[in-house]
């Protein structure tokens, strides 16, 4: 029996370019090679990155110095290091966040190259908009960050240094450099990912997996789930949450809108779901 029919009795999905179904060990090379691919083109930008090291800690800690200006803070804007590796450890780790953003297109065409051979042919033409969306999406989520929740979440932090009253005692910031640039990196790439929620949505409806009535049913889960997600990713405060989650919301919101023009059409049975939760929910109100 050859490898195709065994496919198929397994439940494969057949391709219409008569490509055979890969088996699960292709698939685990496969994604290896991808992987490898992925790294190395990270490894080589960050490289190219680490020539211009100060001034990517420069961009990146402009809203922290402009927060400590605005905060009245005395003295100069400063990172400090209290080990002799901890400068490099630093530089090192936003020379790959830069490496990340300039290979981002590279390593998300790797990752269409890995689930390109499951896809139909006329699923696969798709590829170059997934490369622009994807890289525009990540690397906005990021800028995003840097331009209005880098300000907001370092006002509030720097705002609760100086003077307790009743002890005459200083609450002075002393920000470590390995602290701040591991804070920064976690909160850009949280927001990039957190901005490909459109694209994986567009894509998931495409292959009809959700549409845009299940979306509108499960909104209101996603808001409770937006803020949760916004509480552990910002400071304890309301406007540093709200800047993440009011993003993912318009997101999810336009999610909806690419399922409804894109998406596989719902079905007479998940029509007559929708209406049925719809009755269910008036009811119990």
């Known amino acids: 029996m050859s490898a195709a029919p065994v496919a198929e009795e397994e439940g494969a999905k057949p391709t219409e370019d008569g490509d055979r179904p890969m088996t699960i060990w292709q698939h685990l090379s496969e994604l290896r090679k991808r992987l490898f691919y992925s790294a190395v083109a990270v490894f080589v930008c960050a490289s190219a990155a680490w020539t211009y090291h100060e001034k990517i800690l420069a961009f990146l800690a402009k809203p922290f110095c402009d927060s400590w200006r605005a ?77 209005a929740a880098f300000p907001i979440t370092f006002d509030y932090f720097l705002g609760l240094s100086g003077t307790i009253e009743g002890i005459d005692m200083q609450v002075v910031p002393t920000v470590m450099m390995d602290d701040y640039v591991s804070f920064v990196t976690q909160m850009l790439i949280g927001f990039g990912i957190v901005f490909e929620l459109p694209l994986v949505i567009f894509f998931l409806s495409l292959a009809g997996i959700v549409n845009y009535l299940q979306l509108i049913h499960y909104g209101r889960y996603f808001i409770v789930g937006a803020f949760v997600v916004a509480a552990a990713l910002t400071p304890p405060d309301v406007t540093s949450q709200l800047v993440m989650a009011i993003p993912m919301l318009i997101l999810y919101g336009g999610s909806i809108a690419l399922a409804f023009l894109f998406g596989k059409p719902p079905t007479e049975a998940h029509r007559e779901w929708f209406r049925e939760q719809r009755r269910s929910r008036k009811a119990a109100s």
């Open 71 to 147: 905060s009245h803070l005395a003295g100069k804007c400063a990172l400090n290091f209290s080990s002799p590796s901890g400068a490099f450890t630093s530089y090192f780790q936003v020379s790959f966040v830069a490496g990340l953003l300039v290979a981002a297109p590279f390593v998300f065409f790797q990752l269409w190259a890995f689930i390109a051979p499951g896809l139909y042919a006329r699923e696969k033409k798709f590829v170059i908009p997934f490369v622009l969306s994807s890289t525009l999406l990540f690397v906005g989520g990021s800028y995003f960050c840097w331009r």
